[in-house]
DNA sequence: GTCTATATTCCGATAGAC
DNA sequence: GTCTATCGGAATATAGAC
């Protein structure tokens, strides 16, 4: 895989997670590089190429973590801090998360993208919703709802908190990834 | 005022709901209307006038509701449900919130624009603040962690909730809603 | 295989017609 | 006061040069 190819993705992907999917322009990826915005068509042919690349990346990226955890016999404290981790270090980097990017946008991504995006939103919830099973029946985790529930209401408060952390100046994100964990102790 | 001028604000509010604010174009609004693109430009100089005018509109109708509530002496229970409403009412209209949908876009809004959403998520969160911290001081709500805390995580569910419904498809808003009111039982 | 010159379409906006 | 004809520029994309 050509290093151009990967620079692109990466700056796609930082341009979509800070100004949003409709926003960015290949102009934007090819004057970071020095070329003509043109060339960024030649690896990918549209932008529905690009969306859909950047997106399966990400998905890529996330069952990493996971088999790694596993590896690592992660407990499920461990990887559940891992997970929130994720979005520590994207309000850290003043980033949104992909899903809270492109989830307004939806509508107007094309058909693969849409694919993917889905795909990846699910394979997170199935993954989290898991974790919060076993660790409720291993008594390491206590919340009253179904963990099909539990696992979209952490998902959307992580999601959207990284919306409203880079508009409201004063919020504290130290104390709201920990009010999660805290929601969760048995 | 005009009544094409109020039919550009829902069309323009609408939009921004479904597509995103940089996705929509004043061509999209001038077709509805039947009238030339440039039209809109009598109503609205630019982009950010009509962006903003919306914004503001959202803030007065939410000043709207809370007076609405006062007047009628709402409690706090039934204050929360009315709130909570808009989003189960958008949730069936398959639109997401201006805070959700302008949110991602932040950075490539006018600064008039942000200041406006920025005071509209302010006020969002000032006015569940304070619901939250009467209901827990007169033990009709419970909850450990502090008012702020709280409302930012119950503002960000629902906000993001939206976004993820409109997407995964299996997702049961009802159930959804509930759990925040069984979150906050005593 | 990698990139540039160029076409085409659409956007937001101005100047001016009615 | 309300809307149209039209401009300048930017966006995506194709065809072809190296």
């Given amino acids: 895989m050509s290093v151009t ?26 004057t970071e590089l020095g070329i003509k915005n043109a060339a960024i068509h030649y ?33 499920e404290w461990q990887q559940l801090e891992s997970f929130v981790k994720i979005y520590v270090r994207s309000h ?21 993208t849409q694919v993917e995006l889905k795909r990846m939103i ?3 919830l199935k993954w989290l919703t898991d974790l919060l099973e076993q660790g409720k029946a ?22 959207a908190s990284l919306q409203l952390s880079g508009i409201v100046d004063k919020m504290d994100y130290k104390s709201f990834s920990q009010s999660i964990y805290d929601d969760l102790k048995p």
Same sequence: chains 1, 2.
């Avoid at 859909?52 to 973590?65: A, D, K, L, P, Y």
């Fill in 5 to 30: 190819r990967e620079k692109i993705l990466e700056l796609g992907e930082n341009l979509i997670r800070t100004r949003g999917y409709n926003a960015f322009s290949y102009q934007d990826i090819s």
């Fill in 43 to 75: 690896y990918f042919p549209s932008k529905e190429n690009l969306g859909t690349s950047i997106v399966r990346t990400n998905i890529q990226r996330f069952e990493e973590m996971v088999d790694n955890m596993h590896s690592r016999h992660f407990d």
């Fill in 92 to 112: 850290r980097e003043q980033k949104k998360c992909l899903v809270g990017s492109l989830g307004p946008d939806y509508r107007t991504l094309n058909e693969t």
């Fill in 122 to 124: 699910e394979r997170i």
């Fill in 138 to 159: 291993r008594k390491v985790f206590a919340f009253p709802d179904d963990p099909a529930s539990k696992a979209l209401s952490i998902f959307s408060s992580l999601v």
